[in-house]
């Protein structure tokens, strides 16, 4: 399914201007590609142009939380899940203003209220982003 624009308000807790996911392109139970585009406003943008790593991570854990909102639609409100750890990140470069980042995220784990995921991002094809995170859903 996919979800754009103020249909992502509906998916995720997280309000402006700290909203990190601009639309969910394709998804499933366990799998979603997402994306941003990295606008010069954006709060993790560094004196550069550039987007913070914080920026990436925070944008892969919304990806997350995205997903988690498009399983519970119907639910009076999104889940909220936090970061309990963020390992194995690597990036390999940041992106600029107005560059169009799409990530792919997977639940490879879901156990009680802990969520294990993983994702990667890219620009086009270039791989620029992965992690793995673990997530406390409320």
């Known amino acids: ?31 979603a590609v997402t994306a941003i585009t990295v606008r010069s406003g954006n709060y993790f943008m560094l004196p550069d142009g550039t987007m913070s790593e914080t920026g990436l991570i925070e944008h892969i854990a919304q ?9 519970a639609l119907g639910q009076e409100c999104p ?4 970061i309990g750890e963020v390992k194995r990140f690597e990036c390999q470069r940041r992106p600029q203003s107005d ?12 156990f ?23 997530i406390f859903v409320q």
């Open 112 to 134: 009680g209220n802990v969520t294990i995921a993983t994702g990667e991002s890219r620009i086009g094809k270039e791989l620029i982003a992965k992690a793995q995170l673990k």
């Open 1 to 31: 399914m996919r979800f754009q624009g103020e249909e992502i308000k509906r998916l995720i807790p997280q309000r402006e201007p700290f909203i990190m996911v601009d639309e969910i392109e394709t998804s499933d139970d366990t799998h």
């Open 79 to 82: 889940p909220v899940g936090l």
């Open 63 to 71: 990806s997350c939380s995205a997903l988690m909102g498009s399983l």
């Open 99 to 110: 560059e169009k980042v799409c990530t792919s995220i997977e639940f490879a784990l879901i």
